[in-house]
């Protein structure tokens, strides 16, 4: 069986079980995979790589998701690359201040492999 790639999705996460559950989902599911152990990695990466989305965590050393989405919104670079939110901040308040953001879709943790890859394909162009 071969597996057609449906695109790159840049996932930035500082928990490394995080990372590899996210990143085993969106591998098995036929996606190219880029991972960050944070924002500011997030940045370069996002520059060079040019994914289709950029999956991120919200509470993260140094800059935080939301800061992330600003900085990536701001650039010309990526300001059309779709960002979705994945975080355990469960509250409407934070799910309303991502989206102010610039973010695109909002999961929260724990998430299913099926919530996380609807989030992606409502985003995906």
């Not at 190219?32 to 520059?47: C, D, F, R, S």
């Not at 919530?115 to 162009?125: F, G, T, W, Y």
Request: aromatic content about 4%.
């Amino acid at each position: 069986m071969s597996i057609t790639l449906l695109g790159t999705i840049l996932i930035v996460e500082d928990s490394p079980s995080e990372l590899e559950l996210m990143s085993h989902y969106l591998k098995e599911s036929g996606y190219n995979v880029i991972k960050a152990a944070g924002a500011k990695e997030a940045l370069e990466k996002a520059q060079l790589h040019n994914p289709d989305v950029i999956v991120t965590d919200v509470v993260m050393p140094g800059m935080s998701g939301f800061e992330l989405c600003r900085s990536l919104k701001k650039n010309p670079m990526t300001q059309t690359v779709p960002i979705v939110i994945c975080s355990s901040k469960n509250q409407e308040i934070d799910r309303l201040w991502a989206m102010r953001q610039g973010a695109d879709a909002y999961v929260t943790k724990p998430y299913t492999r099926e919530q996380l890859l609807r989030a992606i394909k409502s985003v995906a162009i």
